[in-house]
């Protein structure tokens, strides 16, 4: 039988809800660049993906950004992160990743590679 994918299952409302409350500074910088369709595509904040939630997530690209802290260099953590992104990947979903240092010095950048992205041919 094949499996359905879900998105944004509902035991993982609450979670999603507390990661957008408690939003890091980077994700807010980004945030206020993605949404009201400010690049011309509608993104997500905090989105699941089965059991994982992403930062953003662009449905009509089916592409999910992902912003890393310094947490995500420990080795437990990288371990989980690339389990998850393969997880997530293996549905057909473009994973971008960037630092929040390069949000916080290089906003401009990252709109670029993200707005190249999303004029890639789906």
């Given at each position: 039988m094949k499996r359905k994918l879900i998105f944004n299952i509902h035991p993982l409302k609450?979670?999603?809800?507390?990661?957008?409350?408690?939003?890091?500074?980077a994700e807010k910088m980004l945030w206020e660049r993605l949404r009201r369709n400010n690049l011309g595509l509608k993104f997500f904040r905090q989105?699941?993906?089965e059991?994982?939630?992403?930062?953003?997530?662009?449905?009509a690209k089916r592409i999910a950004i992902e912003i890393e802290g310094g947490i995500h260099r420990l080795p437990?953590?990288?371990k989980y992160d690339e389990y998850?992104?393969?997880y997530i990947e293996a549905y057909n979903i473009k994973i971008i990743k960037f630092t929040n240092q390069e949000i916080f010095t290089h906003i401009g950048n990252v709109i670029s590679v993200i707005e190249s992205?999303?004029?890639?041919?789906s």
């Open positions: 609450l979670r999603r809800q507390s990661l957008r409350q408690k939003s890091t500074q989105y699941s993906v059991g994982y939630v992403t930062d953003f997530y662009c449905p437990d953590i990288r998850r992104y393969k992205e999303l004029r890639t041919p």
